[in-house]
């Protein structure tokens, strides 16, 4: 699998509350724009995955949201949801399919527009007693009250994650929240469920993104910078973890499995990737990420922040982009965003926030309370 599919092109909205546009603009700008990147016909286009949480939910609306958007009709049209993994399994989808042999050229795409609601955050289901209460801070702040009290963590190492992925994000013209704060200003915020404060919770964002991939073989016909699928990895879990009697509440199975399985398909270990987007809907929720992902031991986590390695000038850096955290979550477009970052680092077309001769970038979700996890790796 390694090295047989490559991304030739990407393409991302801007992210942020989208009044002024439709869950359709969002499809055709994404998409649009990863055309134009790999300089390609839509008409050469064999097959397509869709990464979308919410239109249709409960109502089986399916992949006619991108077919009816991107008028790609006759052809193979797969809609993926798997909680916040969504982005970058239909990604996953698309480079089996192609290391299959089945097609040449697919395109991705993860598109949300969750703003154009009365209610905040994510609407809720489930069982009615069992489900009744919970919301996604309530369900993270349960793992990261025991995992802080575990470590010794404070919310002042939860704050300095919150610095620099809005210092990341601040430079980044695609990213909701384009602002820097302090860390007096992050522990000074509104708590909404404690360890929790407003500015340890990644927005609920409007976003599509997009990215075009190929049999590596093909790559040169469409761009000079191919960038290659060196592995992946998914991993599936429990849904209600806080009802697994062996469950330690200090990170996620599904997270550390799902790396794995990317490394085995690389051939590398995680001390060789230069950079990674992580998935920080909240700011624990990377620092326990990290740690998952084997860049560091469980439990030492927060060295890393607070010497500064996760920052850009770091020698690990994490989420350049700005994260969730900055740059936003629109559910199914976000881990499509993760690789259009990865690719454009990797490119070295990341301008203020580049990072100096990536080889190797990692994108990563988790979702649901730890449920679900995938890993991209990606490199040239």
Known sequence: MKDQVAVVGVGCTKFGDLFEHGYEDLICEAAFEAYRDADIDPADIQAAYLGTYMPGAAGGKAAVSLGDALRLYDR?????ENYCATGTDAFRNACLAIASGTYDVVLVLGAEKLKDRGGRGLPRFGHPLLAKGNSAPGLFALAANRYMHTYGVG???????????????????????RMEVTE??????????SPFGLFDCCPTTDGGAAAILCRADLARR???????????????????????PTF??????????????????????AADVDFAEVHDCFTWTELSNIEDLGFCAKGE?????????TA?????????????????HPIGASGVRMIYE????????AGERQIPNPEIGLAHNVGGPGAVACVIVLGH
């Open 222 to 244: 469409y761009t000079d910078h191919p960038v290659l699928v060196k592995g992946f990895g998914l991993a599936v879990t429990t849904g209600r973890p806080y009802f697994d």
């Open 155 to 177: 919310r002042e190492t939860l704050a300095k994650i919150a610095v620099k992925n809005h210092y990341n994000g601040a430079r980044n013209p695609k990213a909701h929240l």
């Open 76 to 80: 193979p049209i797969t809609r993926v």
């Open 312 to 328: 850009l000038s770091g020698d690990i850096p994490i989420n350049p982009s700005g994260g969730l955290k900055s740059f936003g």
């Open 184 to 193: 007096e200003k992050v522990l000074a915020a509104p708590m909404i469920s």
């Open 248 to 269: 330690d509440y200090l990170g996620f199975r599904s997270t550390q499995q799902a790396a794995q399985q990317a490394y085995r398909m690389a051939g590398i270990g």
């Open 342 to 349: 990865c690719v454009t680092q990797l490119r070295g077309q």
């Open 301 to 309: 986590g927060k060295a890393l922040v607070h010497e500064g390695r």
